[in-house]
């Protein structure tokens, strides 16, 4: 696992919940992640990255997944620490005679009631918007959410 690329991953993640509560609050937010309790003295920022700056780099897996259940980040984020925490794992290989199995068995089932939430799980699972600028410029919009409203 590169450890470097995850702590420079989880870097930023971690010092902006600065702004999640109060200085009396950054103990316990540091607890329910898995991090050192913060020093008593400096300012938000300066306690949280002291106190990330402490963990060791075997605890930074920890530290990673429970930071993306409970203040999961944006997509590109969350996928970027996944493929991290997921490159160590052995996972049996799934043919494509499975797969597409699968996929003709859930074709035939009615997934979703509600198109919004089903919009929602996509969102959770993939990235979605892969340009905004070129919504921005007046262009057409690119991405897999562009493409399903095409279809």
């Not at 400096?42 to 060791?56: I, L």
């Amino acid at each position: 696992m590169d450890y470097a690329q995850l702590r420079n991953l989880l870097e930023p993640l971690v010092t902006g919940l600065k702004d999640a509560g109060t200085h009396t609050m950054l103990p316990t937010l540091c607890e329910e992640l898995g991090l050192p309790a913060p020093a008593a003295d400096g300012s938000k920022r300066e306690r949280m990255t002291a106190s990330f700056d402490a963990v060791a780099d075997t605890d930074l897996p920890a530290v990673a997944r429970k930071l993306l259940v409970r203040h999961p980040p944006n997509a590109t984020t969350r996928n970027q620490t996944q493929d991290i925490l997921w490159s160590d794992s052995a996972c049996p290989p799934i043919p494509k005679r499975y797969r597409r199995e699968v996929a003709r068995r859930l074709n035939s089932e009615e997934l979703y009631g509600d198109a919004r939430r089903f919009d929602d799980l996509l969102e959770r699972l993939w990235i979605l918007d892969a340009d905004d600028w070129m919504q921005l410029l007046g262009g057409t919009p690119t991405g897999l959410r562009a493409e399903i409203r095409r279809l």
